[in-house]
């Protein structure tokens, strides 16, 4: 286990110190922050770049490690808005504790972003879905056995108890449906259920995972929100559906087939987070609960 010093003060002092860094590597300001997930990476391609700044020459940034992160913050102008775009997360599984995990959500929404979208590859336990699917994510059930939050508390970084009634705004979602449906992109929408990973689950976790309500299931997304919650940004998750877990047919899978049809699903996922970014006329602090 990576471990970071548990004193809540010396988290506000290290969030500082990479907001501080980042700033003078750049003077861009963002608006909206976006989290690309396994596979999803190519929607830099896209930002009319102002900075990269690779997350190894950020203060207590930790590194990426698994394949198909690149581990860089894109700053620049995506569909005429002010965006950074994390390409690369971090993952429990890595054996990074949850305060690093999260580390990167508190730090961006400290350089001044308020919305956060959130993309992850996903395994389908909605037998309604097929694989390459994009959902959008309504609502989630924390299943990783441990919290970003616990721990001492600092005022600083947000309310002790923060209120899960709408961790996905139903504003963002009803703007993506909108998006999807004036760019012809089939979406849906589902419950993320997030476990810790890294094995895939067994035909009786998949069949458990269903009966408790839950339509996706994925190692990361979970925590970002919970600590995106905390910190105030107003987010919206999609998830691609990498696999299908049906508990009656379950086939072997891999992570390089996950990774590949993440990839295929890619330019559609770019399209419509495009087409979102472009219909966020006016983000918004969510209101402290
Ligand atoms: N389980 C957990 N995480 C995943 C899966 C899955 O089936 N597919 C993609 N990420």
Known sequence: ?????????????RISKSVHAIWSKTAFRPDIAIILGTGLGNLTKNVQTEAAIPYGRIPYFPHSTVQSHAGRLVFGVLSGRRVVVMDGRFHYYEGYSLEHVTFPVRVLRKLGAKVLLVSNAAGGL?????????????????????????????????VRFPDMSEPYSKRLISLAEKAAAENKIQIRKGVYMGVSGPNLETAAEYRLMHSLGADLVGMSTVPEVIVGVQAGFEILGISVV?????????????????????????????????????KIPDVHERKAV
């Open 242 to 278: 990498t696999d299908l877990c049906d508990p009656h047919h379950l086939k072997p899978v891999n992570i390089e087939e996950i990774i590949q049809v993440a990839n295929q699903a890619g330019p559609t996922l770019d399209r419509l987070v495009e087409a979102v970014v472009a």
């Open 126 to 158: 909605n037998q309604q879905y097929k694989r390459g699917d994009l959902v959008l994510i309504s609502d989630h059930i924390n299943f990783m056995g441990v919290n970003p939050l616990i721990g001492p508390h600092d005022d600083r970084l947000g």
């Open 1 to 13: 286990m990576i471990n970071f010093s548990p004193d809540p003060a010396h988290l506000f002092d």
